[in-house]
């Protein structure tokens, strides 16, 4: 569903609060407030903008979410189905016994006993009673279960319990329904009994607008300063790797990349960390500075776009290098993780390229160009810091993440379960006798224009 994808984080706690509602006919708009804390304009910007999506539309005085985004939020704010869900799935003796239980009557003579069960069970001052009979031990099963995700798992879900007969915690909140099997080994809180016991709120915390800016106070000309040594550090650190790596290069693996040894000496050659090592790597490959040579047991080499790279000023490289980080797909991070075959990715392997990176990039650097004047993140304990891996920050004044699509409503609870207990194509000059950046080797060395043919994207206008 591309309009459900498009949502940002400040649009998803008004999404997931319309479908949350156990009320097929939707909710009404003082209930979703308070709800969701009453966030005031933020919750009308964001229905505004769900209206637009054709994700919510209003049935009168209510607000109704479209079918298919009830089949897409199974568990809207972590809660389970209602409780007229959960309870169609019973079988005709388990509702029998739990109506029983409750002390209301059995059988169809008086309409479909789960209504009544659900009706009983919506009612707070019902539901005060029940938790009261329960017994107190039985309220740290629910808190496991009450912000989800609303499914435990215990032996013998579905048996019929006799409310005389219950003897554990989780047995006394199954005879008086206030938990109810979806399997033989699964219980479910239903949604109903969730929200009573949250006290109307869909979740903890909702941040209806972004979170305040925060990190250290620092004079303009100290930021400046700091700027420029954090830049000058960069450049001298990818010069010292591609010199070593000029006179001993690292393997190309057989699938491609760069082992994770080899990554970790790079990381002790430049006294940094293994992540800081691994941008440097991957910006200075995009930049066109390295590449892998064509042999069978290939190694990764200075290409000759090095030796103009070297000869220019020390902003032109600089500007080199932060534009190649910029418009990179590749995410260095990633590295170390798994693929869906279970192998490891490797620094400039496959599996690093995220289409969205130059976007988060550009979000980053909008955000921190609009922080005041002064405002400087709390520094990476590393000696050398590189474009996108400094670490620490509190946060800009407006977090990127705050204004990105995400296909995953923000701080949502998946569903789970509790356990309750009864390369780049550059050229490169090798020879056998001559080191890959050799000034005698006969290939042609190739020009780069400065500036560069395409618009840079650091440019303002």
Not at 23 to 46: F, K, Q
Not at 142 to 148: E, K, N, P, S
């Amino acid at each position: 569903m591309v309009a459900h994808e498009r949502l940002t984080p400040p649009d998803h706690p008004a999404q997931q609060g319309c479908s949350a509602s156990a009320d097929p006919t939707g909710v009404d708009y003082d209930r979703l407030a308070s709800g969701l804390g009453e966030p005031g304009e933020a919750l009308d910007t964001a229905l505004t903008g769900l209206r637009g999506m054709a994700l919510v539309w209003d049935d009168g005085e209510r607000l109704r979410p479209v079918t298919v985004l009830r089949d897409i939020l199974l568990r809207p704010a972590g809660l389970g189905p209602p409780l007229r869900t959960l309870l169609g799935d019973l079988g005709a003796e388990r509702r029998d016994q739990l109506a029983s239980n409750l002390g209301l009557n059995t059988g169809y003579a008086d309409g479909d006993p789960a209504d009544r069960i659900a009706e009983t069970l919506a009612r707070p001052e019902r539901l005060s009673a029940l938790l009261a009979e329960a017994g107190p031990d039985t309220r740290p099963v629910l808190d496991r279960l009450v912000w989800g995700p609303p499914d435990g798992t215990v032996s013998g879900a579905r048996r019929t319990i006799d409310v005389t007969a219950a003897g554990s915690p989780v047995e006394r909140l199954l005879a008086r329904g206030l938990l109810l099997p979806t399997d033989e080994s699964t219980v479910t809180l239903p949604r109903e009994i969730a929200l009573f016991l949250r006290d109307g709120l869909l979740f903890r915390n909702v941040e209806p607008v972004p979170p305040a800016l925060s990190g250290t106070e620092r004079s303009p000309a100290a930021v400046t300063r700091s700027a420029a040594g954090q830049a000058f550090t960069v450049i001298r650190s990818v010069a010292e790797l591609l010199e070593q790596w000029s006179s001993a290069p690292p393997s190309v693996l057989r699938r491609g990349g760069l082992g994770i040894r080899d990554l970790r000496r790079a990381a002790q050659a430049l006294e940094t960390d293994e992540p800081t090592a691994a941008v440097l790597i991957e910006t200075a490959h995009a930049a066109g500075l390295i590449a892998a040579d064509g042999d069978v047991e290939g190694e990764w080499l200075p290409t000759s776009d090095y030796d103009l790279w070297r000869e220019s000023a020390p902003e032109r490289r600089w500007l080199q290098l932060a534009e190649a980080w910029l418009r990179s797909t590749r995410v260095a991070s990633i590295a170390g993780t798994k693929d869906d075959r279970g192998r490891s990715r490797n620094i400039l392997g496959e599996g690093l390229d995220r289409r969205s990176a130059p976007e988060v990039r550009l979000d980053v650097l909008h955000a921190l160009a609009n922080a005041p004047a002064g405002w400087r993140r709390h520094p990476s304990p590393s000696r050398s810091t590189s474009p996108g891996s400094g670490r620490g920050a509190k946060g800009p004044a407006t977090p990127p993440w705050w204004r990105r699509p995400c296909t995953r409503p923000a701080r949502s609870v998946s569903r789970g379960t509790v356990l309750l207990r009864r390369p780049h194509a550059h050229s490169w000059r090798r020879s056998r006798t001559a080191t890959p950046r050799s000034p005698n080797a006969s290939a042609p060395v190739p020009r780069r224009s400065w500036p560069p043919s395409s618009p840079s994207p650091w440019s303002t206008s």
